[in-house]
């Protein structure tokens, strides 16, 4: 597949270029240039609040670094997590003797290198807290959560515990709101085509004109079933009962719904799809509240949309309404 590019060793230093140039509240940061963090950070007093992840899935990992939001994000090849060294280097771009909350997806690479930069912070004085992002339904079975893969929910937590930070809470405030509002998000995504990562010599899966993966990872992991293309329709109904059959216990009646495009897929479908769901979530009793639809989680040029619902409690619907600013959310 053509992509704009110069060299796939280069792909995501030019990448990161061009994002700092664009957006000027963001810098590059660390030995490597491997951290993007706020330009005005560390804010003094604050909670420091940072994640990390591959590159290939903007607006995450490094697109919600802001106020309100991540004050540090540390970046790795595309696909692949990114290493100890960058970890290190975003807890401590956000460190002011508050505390440091690591706040990521759950996969075995980011844990591995996370885990030891927490440790190294320990040691240089920085108290740290971790909470990983699980709100993949198709990626395990309820009684398994903690086994569960981090997708584009975690901007939920994002959002609430950035502007839980941004607020005063201590570190153990922060963590909390963040541990509950992951708690409380639940996403189903599904594939309608693959994508390629700079310099492969194929794509990351195959699978046939005309046909769709329901519960596909945005790294192209196994979903739950493979079948021909349905109406736009069936495919909403669907992924509503099992998310709506995932909530979580004592939820309420109001939940805040995202319509996420993979890459490829445009707002034209979201909304369409936004509709139906709209629709039967009204059906079934829940209102919805912040409602976003776009590009928020992506698989570079995946075709496919995900949907997550964040069950929201009166406190993690403040925080999600609270400002915050960053290149591709503001809020408030």
Same mark, same amino acid.
């Given at each position: 597949?053509?992509?704009?590019?110069?060299?796939?060793?280069?792909?995501?230093?030019?990448?990161?270029?061009?994002?700092?140039? #664009?957006?000027?509240?963001?810098?590059?940061?660390?030995?490597?240039?491997?951290?993007?963090?706020?330009?005005?950070?560390?804010?003094?007093?604050?909670?420091?609040?940072?994640?990390?992840?591959?590159?290939?899935?903007?607006?995450?990992?490094?697109?919600?670094?802001?106020?309100?939001?991540?004050?540090?994000?540390?970046?790795?090849?595309?696909?692949?997590?990114?290493?100890? #060294?960058?970890?290190?280097?975003?807890?401590?771009?956000?460190?002011?003797?508050?505390?440091?909350?690591?706040?990521?997806?759950?996969?075995?690479?980011?844990?591995?290198?996370?885990?030891?930069?927490?440790?190294?912070?320990?040691?240089?004085?920085?108290?740290?807290?971790?909470?990983?992002?699980?709100?993949?339904?198709?990626?395990?079975? #309820?009684?398994?959560?903690?086994?569960?893969?981090?997708?584009?929910?975690?901007?939920? #937590?994002?959002?609430?515990?950035?502007?839980?930070?941004?607020?005063?809470?201590?570190?153990?405030?922060?963590?909390?709101?963040?541990?509950?509002?992951?708690?409380?998000?639940?996403?189903?995504?599904?594939?309608?085509?693959?994508?390629?990562?700079?310099?492969?010599?194929?794509?990351?899966?195959?699978?046939?004109?005309?046909?769709?993966?329901?519960?596909?990872?945005?790294?192209?992991?196994?979903?739950?079933?493979?079948?021909?293309?349905?109406?736009?329709?069936?495919?909403?109904?669907?992924?509503?009962?099992?998310?709506?059959?995932?909530?979580?216990?004592?939820?309420?009646?109001?939940?805040?719904?995202?319509?996420?495009?993979?890459?490829?897929?445009?707002?034209?479908?979201?909304?369409?799809?936004?509709?139906?769901?709209?629709?039967?979530?009204?059906?079934?009793?829940?209102?919805?509240?912040?409602?976003?639809?776009?590009?928020?989680?992506?698989?570079?040029?995946?075709?496919?949309?995900?949907?997550?619902?964040?069950?929201?409690?009166?406190?993690?619907?403040?925080?999600?309404?609270?400002?915050?600013?960053?290149?591709?959310?503001?809020?408030?």
């Amino acid at each position: 597949m053509s992509k704009l590019m110069n060299s796939p060793r280069d792909y995501v230093d030019e990448m990161l270029n061009g994002l700092v140039l #664009a957006h000027p509240s963001l810098i590059r940061h660390g030995t490597g240039g491997r951290v993007i963090r706020r330009v005005d950070g560390p804010v003094a007093g604050k909670v420091g609040v940072v994640s990390g992840g591959g590159s290939g899935h903007l607006p995450l990992f490094t697109g919600y670094v802001g106020p309100g939001l991540l004050d540090a994000c540390s970046v790795g090849n595309v696909f692949e997590g990114p290493n100890v #060294a960058s970890c290190s280097e975003a807890i401590a771009a956000a460190d002011t003797g508050k505390g440091v909350l690591c706040l990521y997806g759950n996969y075995g690479g980011d844990r591995m290198n996370f885990n030891m930069a927490c440790e190294m912070a320990e040691m240089e004085g920085i108290e740290t807290t971790t909470v990983l992002g699980t709100d993949d339904i198709a990626s395990a079975d #309820a009684d398994q959560i903690g086994k569960r893969r981090g997708v584009a929910g975690i901007i939920y #937590a994002y959002k609430a515990a950035g502007a839980a930070a941004e607020a005063g809470g201590t570190l153990a405030d922060v963590t909390e709101i963040a541990c509950r509002t992951v708690e409380r998000t639940r996403t189903l995504g599904f594939a309608l085509a693959p994508c390629t990562v700079p310099g492969a010599a194929g794509p990351t899966f195959k699978l046939p004109d005309g046909e769709i993966e329901m519960g596909m990872g945005i790294h192209g992991e196994p979903g739950i079933w493979r079948d021909r293309i349905k109406p736009a329709d069936a495919l909403a109904d669907e992924m509503v009962e099992r998310l709506l059959a995932s909530a979580p216990a004592s939820t309420g009646t109001r939940v805040s719904l995202l319509v996420n495009s993979l890459g490829a897929t445009p707002l034209e479908e979201l909304y369409i799809l936004y509709r139906r769901v709209a629709a039967q979530l009204g059906a079934a009793g829940w209102e919805i509240v912040a409602p976003l639809v776009g590009r928020y989680t992506t698989s570079m040029e995946m075709a496919g949309a995900s949907l997550s619902l964040c069950f929201l409690d009166d406190e993690i619907e403040n925080l999600l309404q609270a400002p915050s600013s960053c290149p591709f959310w503001r809020a408030g």
